[in-house]
């Protein structure tokens, strides 16, 4: 009777998830709108585009509030689209990319972890991706890896230098109508249910945000979990927070 009372427990108490789900939101920190995000529940995770007007300021904001924060690092495309500034090209010495981590670093605050903005060409270079983990090494930080092209070495050289890594599994919204949102949803849901875990990236248009806070909720209701990506390691670094004398200046 009490193995029966305690399976009963087990399987009728609420948060008892099958399933766990990151979303990334990126390309955060050109416009207004961008602070939007900051109305999505702290579980969220941003990813701020360095030397930007607002990325900052709305790091500095969302940690508060208790979002984890990564920095959307640019990296060169094959289609030669303009990555902004503090991108990484294929041109730059082992010196030159690592100076540009260090300086991107410093103006995307409490930064726990990166993911590629574009790098559709830079990440299959073994060279500058072998750079760039041994970067995130001294900076104790994770890398999640796009996926804007299948030929990625990105996971090779984190795997060489033990530096965790995750991979994007979904898009959510490359199209932000209605009924593209809900067909991405969808397969969220499934995926999450299917493979136990899934990382997703979005983006802060007006339309993500109010689908997601109209839409979060049935993540829950599916027993998928929303957790912070680093809750998604496989294996997990050192918190690290900012000096005493860095903290004053973003206020």
């Not at 030397?51 to 969302?62: F, K, N, Q, S």
């Not at 920095?71 to 503090?86: D, F, I, S, T, Y």
């Not at 750079?131 to 900076?139: A, I, P, R, T, V």
């Not at 249910?193 to 945000?209: D, M, R, S």
Request: proline share 6%.
């Amino acid at each position: 009777m009490r193995l029966l009372l305690l399976l009963a427990v087990l399987f009728t108490t609420p948060h008892c998830f099958a399933a766990q789900v990151s979303i990334i939101i990126d390309d955060i920190g050109y416009r207004q709108t961008d602070e939007a995000v900051l109305a999505l529940p702290s579980d969220i995770t941003l990813s701020v585009l360095p030397h930007t007007p607002l990325g900052e300021r709305l790091a500095a904001i969302a940690h508060d509030k208790g979002h984890e924060i990564m920095l959307h690092l640019p990296m060169q495309a094959l289609n030669g689209k303009e990555m902004g500034p503090g991108g990484l090209t294929n041109q730059m010495s082992e010196q030159a990319l690592k100076r540009a981590v260090d300086d991107a670093f410093k103006s995307v605050p409490y930064a726990k972890g990166v993911n590629n903005h574009m790098g559709s060409l830079l990440t299959q270079l073994d060279a500058p991706m072998t750079w760039l983990m041994e970067s995130l090494k001294q900076q104790d930080n994770y890398f999640v890896d796009s996926m804007t092209t299948r030929y990625s070495k990105a996971s090779d050289a984190a795997n060489r230098l033990g530096i965790p890594l995750l991979r994007r599994q979904l898009f959510l919204d490359n199209d932000v109508s209605p009924q593209g949102l809900e067909r991405q949803f969808n397969q969220l849901i499934q995926l999450a249910n299917k493979e136990g875990q899934l990382i997703v990236i979005a983006h802060p248009y007006p339309e993500t945000i109010s689908f997601l806070k109209a839409n979060l909720s049935r993540l829950s209701d599916e027993g998928i979990a929303l957790v912070n990506t680093s809750r998604l390691l496989p294996y997990r670094l050192a918190q690290k927070e900012p000096a005493a004398s860095d903290k004053a200046h973003l206020r």
